[in-house]
């Protein structure tokens, strides 16, 4: 139950410096050590599915929601004021829709207790639970591996706690949060953590986030951390029946990020992009005549091939390659045209699309083309273009 403004509040994230103790000082924060940890996780691992158990502020989902690799992103939070506070900062930005996505992203709030079964979250790649199985009374403890590890049987479950062991390093203080029920040391954490592996098929490794100080190397980590992973061959995709089964959480909130499989986005990202590969070609041909012209060697130079050497992109030599070999803008009147097949050799134009004749269609009405639909076309001394 990771929650940012209790950050500031706990003992262990607070800096409290007492007179009896020592200030600990963590950088980063240890909450955004923990936070890092799971962004370094899904980085390795590309998970597509991640649910977030406790998920409170949503700082996490923020943090990993620009990772390519994800398709659906789930927070779960008792406090329904908490998550639907959040719309805002998990919505899309323009920058979204002007580079938009490969992948389908969706992101889902729910309202709803991590130990209350929901099918909408079996299966997942990625399961998080930071900071949240303290926040659990004994009956609530019995249950989480129940329904986390034995029903929900996602293929990885990281779950971080607070370790304490290195409680005694902080000023005087029981529990580091009036809300939690418990604190384990090392021994009680792995202990449980095994049994649990154990019972559903799953292997355990124990780490953890915030370096102790120098010269207490015996206490562990601040946070203690286990990393379990689901033995034996990865859940198959549910069935439609399971899939309509047990719905007991309340969507507070849902958005689809704007992708590439997005027809409409896929068609407005290319018009966007072909129109500043034109315009700066536009540009350069038009300072290649002034330096041919004018002899004017303060400008850019012209290179042996006839191109005009700018800065700009850099290009891997098949790039490079690729480009030289493509058909060549050309202007003919007060006209400039750019062929399709060039603006194709260029990397970010063919990531949005690698076929001429898809290209047309995806640009018609977007961009004037020339009559045969061969080319891009913009006025030559347009200025306002």
């Known amino acids: 139950m990771e929650q940012n403004n209790r950050e500031g509040s706990s003992v262990a994230d607070g800096n409290f410096d007492l007179p009896t103790k020592k200030t600990i000082n963590f950088f980063p924060p240890l909450y955004r050590q923990r936070y890092s940890f799971v962004n370094d996780l899904v980085n390795r691992h590309k998970p597509k599915k991640v649910a977030d158990l406790g998920c409170g502020n949503a700082l996490l989902i923020q943090m990993i929601k620009s990772h390519s690799c994800l398709e659906l992103i789930v927070g779960v939070d008792i406090n329904e004021d908490k998550i639907g506070s959040q719309r805002c900062k998990l919505s899309p930005f323009s920058g979204d829709y002007l580079s938009p996505r490969d992948l389908n992203l969706s992101i889902i709030l729910y309202h709803g207790s991590a130990v209350e079964r929901d099918s909408r979250l079996r299966g997942f790649d990625l399961v998080t639970c930071i900071e949240l199985i303290e926040h659990l009374d004994s009956q609530d403890l019995a249950r989480f591996p129940k329904v ?75 946070t203690q951390i286990g990393v379990f992973r689901k033995i034996g061959a990865p859940a198959t995709a549910l069935g439609a029946a399971e899939q309509c089964g047990e719905h007991v959480y309340k969507v507070v909130y849902s958005v689809s990020y704007p992708s590439l499989q997005q027809k409409e986005v896929r068609k407005l990202a290319l018009a966007n992009e072909v129109s500043r590969q034109v315009q700066s070609m536009r540009q350069s041909y038009i300072s ?67 076929d001429a004749e898809a290209m047309r269609a995806l640009l018609e009405g977007t961009v004037r083309l020339s009559r045969d639909g061969s080319a891009v076309t913009v006025d030559l001394h347009d200025d306002s273009q």
């Open 148 to 222: 986390v590890f034995g029903y929900l049987s996602p293929a990885m479950v990281v779950i971080s706690t607070p370790n304490s062991d290195f409680n005694p390093l902080f000023p005087v203080v029981t529990l580091r949060d009036s809300d939690h029920k418990f604190e384990w040391n090392r021994k009680q954490f792995q202990t449980w953590a095994l049994g649990v592996a154990n019972f559903y098929n799953y292997s355990v490794e124990f780490t953890g986030v915030g370096e102790p100080p120098e010269g207490a190397g015996n206490v562990g980590y601040c």
């Open 288 to 354: 290649g005549l002034s330096v041919l012209q004018n002899g004017d060697r303060q400008g850019p130079q012209v290179k042996g091939n006839g191109l005009v050497a700018f800065s700009g992109p850099v290009f891997t030599e098949l790039e490079k390659r690729n480009i030289e070999k493509a058909p060549k803008p050309f202007c003919c009147g007060s006209k400039f045209y750019v062929p399709l097949e060039r603006l194709l050799a260029y990397p970010k134009v063919h990531r949005l699309c690698d």
